[in-house]
């Protein structure tokens, strides 16, 4: 191992388990009413992580139900509270258990004391799904109510593999949101057309940032081109 840490890191399971359905990018609403929606797949569970505490490229073994079999099947999502999640390839895959070795990228959201890495506590969640070719058409619109936003994020378990989002002025200020989109435990980026960091202060605040894997502005429209390819490489 080339990196070694003074002290082991702390892991503890969510009672949040992700689950992903079709491969959409953003949440879509049935095209015509009669329309059947998509199945559920049935949501990965956790039910126990051993070792509770362990160091930088050791294995983890979780244990629970509903996972995908095979090599590289399942993405183990470790997130600190107020950091970005990361996300890891399990080695090892059955239905019932994953196994999967901590990375060095880790290590660099650990908090430090007086200098030296400490012993750090994460969130951890499943996704078990595989990024389709093809993107799957959007058939639903914008919208300007807070509230249909949430509802829409919410849904989004059942039928996306991940959130791209632009979410406008609500980026600076929409708590509700920002919490929506941890619970759906989806990766998600975050796309603004304009510079925002160029521009006035107040647009230089993201509530959104922690929960998502990538922001994009300035880019224009292109940025949505920049955002999926994120999403991709993530979820590849």
């Not at 095209?31 to 509770?52: H, L, N």
């Not at 590289?72 to 059955?94: C, D, S, W, Y």
């Not at 949101?177 to 960091?197: F, K, T």
């Not at 160029?198 to 502005?217: G, I, K, W, Y």
Request: net charge positive; charged share 25%.
């Amino acid at each position: 191992m080339a990196l070694q840490l003074p002290h082991r890191t702390h892991l503890r399971r969510t009672a949040i388990a992700a689950v992903l359905g079709a491969a959409l990018i953003s949440p879509a609403t049935a095209p015509a009413a009669k329309a059947k929606r998509p199945k559920a797949k049935p949501a990965p569970s956790v039910s126990s992580v051993r070792p509770m505490q362990l160091s930088v490229g050791e294995l983890l073994e979780i244990r629970g139900r509903n996972f995908l079999r095979g090599r590289n099947k399942n993405t183990v999502v470790f997130q600190r509270e107020g950091a970005k999640a990361v996300f890891v390839k399990a080695e090892i895959g059955t239905r019932k258990l994953i196994r999967v070795r901590i990375p060095e990228k880790l290590a660099a959201f650990l908090v430090t004391r007086d200098g030296a890495p400490a012993p750090t506590r994460f969130r951890i969640r499943i996704l078990s799904a595989r990024f389709g070719k093809r993107f799957t058409k959007d058939a639903g619109s914008p919208t300007n109510h807070e509230g249909d936003y949430i509802e829409e994020i919410h849904r989004a378990p059942d039928l996306a593999d991940a959130l791209l989002l632009n979410p406008g002025a609500w980026t600076h200020y929409a708590w509700s949101i920002r919490d929506a989109v941890e619970i759906a435990g989806l990766p998600a980026a975050e796309v603004h057309l304009s510079d925002v960091q160029a521009r006035e202060p107040f647009r230089r605040v993201s509530v959104l940032t922690d929960v998502c894997v990538a922001t994009v502005s300035g880019q224009g429209v292109e940025g949505y081109r920049s955002a999926l390819a994120r999403l991709r490489e993530v979820l590849a």
